[in-house]
């Protein structure tokens, strides 16, 4: 089966960066697109970035802040996170298109101390 895992979360202070990162393993006949979401506690899941073969895509949010990038096995997904604010502390989730099927992975802890 097709798993995603996450990694690169962390305590940053406020202003600095993290680096997020998403690999796709297991059975893949394809992945179409890959995103970043979050979910702070007591707040709905929310789209942060997304990047396919047609571009990419990013909540306002993180306009200029954010970039989301792939490998080129398009398997990998990253998301630099630049000039990070107190409000981008979440849980990080990682979600793909794999095969024909919309995959979650479990999540990686942001927290920017204020």
């Known amino acids: 089966q097709v798993q995603l895992v996450e990694s690169g979360g962390g305590l940053v202070q406020p202003g600095g960066s993290l680096r997020l990162s998403c690999t796709a393993s297991g059975s893949i006949f394809s992945i179409y697109a890959m995103g970043w979401y979050r979910q702070a506690p007591g707040k709905e899941r929310e789209l942060v970035a997304t990047?396919?073969?047609?571009?990419?895509n990013y909540a306002d949010s993180a306009k200029g802040r954010f970039t989301i990038s792939r490998n080129n096995a398009k398997d990998t997904v990253f998301l630099q996170m630049n000039s990070l604010k107190p409000e981008d502390t979440a849980v990080y989730y990682c979600n793909a298109w794999v095969n024909q099927n919309s995959l979650w992975g479990q999540g990686t802890q942001v927290t920017v101390s204020s």
């Open positions: 990047i396919s073969d047609y571009g990419t």
